[in-house]
């Protein structure tokens, strides 16, 4: 379904860079890891989370947001859905659309139509995807280019359907090892010129690919693990990044980017970081 956008509204994104000026999020009120979906859940799943951490890492969090002059809207939190906090999964912004996702694990299948409502009330313009199965951690956009992974939640047909909806997109499907869960916890793009990535999950194929597109900086194993390359670029060279992810910081830093380190140690042991965390919807 597709609704028209109000004229007093504005979404609109276009990269994973430009300046983020609003953003959805989810408190992490009722996160839990009551079914392994991911292999870092797995690693975490006899010692789950603490949700009262938890909570007050993700305040911290929108706390920063709102002093870097993010405008942050906060969905409502549902007990149904213990991954909920991953606003970044349920849906995408392609130029001045949201795209609504359809969830590839049951766990997770209800949480689009909270972000449906919403916007629905705001009378934005969204469009839902049939017959398809997409996550938004596996979409990453750079302008005319749209990077969609092929992993265990996002399927082949889900390109082809999404480039019949972007005929002006250059949009490339990106298939990576299946166990790192989305395109986002191996790849991240940081400028028009620069990315982050974990050569180990991928193959010759589109390593040379994104690697040709980018001055590529690795991210190693155990940075990978504690999901170096999920950090969220709010624009200005300006990075949030996990505080012991001392590797990818100091590389972000040399390259001339201010690095903004906030703790999310507790939520990251569900597989997410800042950016499975955050929807954004202007930048």
Request: contains cysteine; charged residues 25%; hydrophobic residues 35%.
């Amino acid at each position: 379904m597709s609704i028209a956008l109000n004229p007093t509204e504005s979404i609109s994104c276009r990269s994973e860079y430009a300046p983020l000026a609003r953003v959805i999020v989810c408190g992490p009120q009722y996160m839990s890891i009551s079914e392994v979906i991911n292999e870092t859940q797995r690693h975490y799943a006899r010692e789950n989370i603490n949700r009262r951490l938890a909570s007050a890492q993700h305040k911290e969090f929108v706390r920063v947001l709102r002093n870097q002059g993010v405008e942050v809207v906060e969905l409502p939190p549902d007990q149904q859905y213990p991954e909920q906090v991953f606003t970044r999964d349920i849906g995408f912004t392609i130029d001045s659309t949201v795209f609504l996702s359809t969830m590839g694990s049951a766990i997770r299948k209800g949480e689009e139509e909270i972000l449906k409502k919403w916007l629905i009330s705001q009378k934005a313009m969204m469009q839902q995807l049939p017959d398809t199965k997409i996550e938004g951690g596996d979409v990453i956009t750079d302008r005319d280019k749209v990077f969609v992974g092929v992993s265990g939640r996002t399927s082949d047909i889900s390109i082809h359907t999404l480039r019949n909806h972007l005929p002006e997109k250059n949009v490339m499907g990106i298939p990576f090892d299946k166990k790192y869960l989305h395109l986002d916890c191996v790849f991240n793009i940081l400028s028009p010129r620069e990315a982050l990535i974990y050569p180990p999950a991928f193959q010759k194929k589109e390593l040379d690919l994104l690697s040709k597109m980018y001055d590529t900086m690795e991210v190693s194993k155990e940075e990978q693990f504690t999901l170096g390359t999920n950090v969220l670029s709010i624009g200005n060279k300006k990075i949030f990044s996990l505080p012991f992810n001392k590797k990818v910081n100091s590389k972000l830093r040399e390259r001339g980017y201010e690095v903004i380190e906030v703790d999310l140690s507790e939520i990251i042991k569900s597989g997410g970081s800042f950016r499975c965390c955050t929807l954004p919807l202007v930048r």
